[in-house]
């Protein structure tokens, strides 16, 4: 259950849906790792879950690991965000493949897909890949938005960092960009990226959940034994109010839905901060 005011407003800005059988995939990777996978169903399945829990829009965050990839994922999330009005569809980029730029801008102007999606922890390149600028460009030109997991949870590989992030933030100050998991675990670096991007964005997904709830996953073998990071700063958080995205990561956790709902509630900071981070900061930034 969830306050009146939340009731079917929710925006979650961070949740995946992949072709059946890559989902199927991405699952056994994870179970192979401990770590259980709450939610599955098919694609159009998992969106009537999500929309059950008061959802009201929610990302269609896929991306490609290999070259050859993006575009057949790409024409994939077209049809699926065609059957769920629900669905927010961002496109997935390789930097190997050609035609790229045509191929983002069609997706931006003539589909109706709301930005980009960027995983170098799975793909493997440097968001500052040149050959990436000419994309972020397009981006920018068109004010649309670029999601990317950026921060080194949870785990890093060469290829995420704020280090390897802010030279993109430096060359595009302008970019709307979301960064996965509050920059996980380089907190302070994007929170202080924040304050000097003005439309630098941060989702919520797997943080604040409550501790206890992750001691008994963990203690279960659902979830391996990473640390979740629970206990901000109250004035930070705050001051970060215009920033901060509701997000879950669904359908790859392993705790309840309700429980990225409740760890946000549980701050106790306010009906105002919670109508921001849940829905109207992400209507802004979306143009909803």
């Known amino acids: 259950m969830v306050p009146d005011y939340l009731a079917g407003n929710i925006i979650d800005m961070h949740s995946h849906f992949f072709p059946e059988k890559l989902l199927d995939s991405i699952w056994e990777y994870f179970e192979s790792r401990n ?28 991306y490609a690991h290999k070259p050859g990839m993006a575009a057949e994922l790409n024409s994939w999330t077209d049809a699926f965000a065609k059957r769920n009005p629900a669905a927010l569809p961002f496109a997935t980029v390789f930097p190997d493949d050609v035609g790229n730029i045509q191929m983002v801008e069609r997706l931006l102007l003539e589909r109706g897909f709301f930005g980009i999606k960027l995983q170098p922890l799975v793909s493997d390149f ?24 950026a921060g080194t949870a949870p785990i890093a590989n060469e290829y995420v960092g704020a280090d390897h992030f802010e030279p993109v933030m430096e060359r595009f100050p ?11 675990f380089e907190f302070d670096r994007f929170f202080d990226m924040a304050k000097r991007y003005p439309n630098l964005y941060l989702d919520t997904s797997v943080n604040f959940i409550d501790a206890e709830v992750m001691r008994e996953l963990v203690r279960k073998r659902e979830f391996p034994p990473l640390e979740v990071p ?22 790859n956790i392993p705790y309840a839905y309700n429980d990225c709902i409740e760890s946000i509630l549980a701050l106790d900071m306010g009906e105002e901060f919670n109508k921001a981070v849940f829905f109207e900061n992400a209507r802004r930034l979306l143009g909803l």
């Open 126 to 149: 440097y968001p500052t890949d040149e050959r990436m600028m000419e994309v972020y460009q397009v981006v920018v030109e068109h004010g649309r938005i670029l999601a990317i997991h």
């Open 230 to 251: 629970a206990d901000f700063d109250r004035e930070v958080l705050l001051g970060l109010s215009d920033r901060l995205l509701f997000g879950s990561d669904y359908p």
């Open 35 to 62: 770590w259980r996978i709450r939610y599955q169903d098919s694609p159009d399945g998992l969106a009537r879950t999500l929309t059950g829990f008061g959802v009201s829009r929610f990302t269609v965050y896929n």
């Open 174 to 184: 302008e970019m709307k960009v979301v960064v996965a998991h509050m920059g996980a």
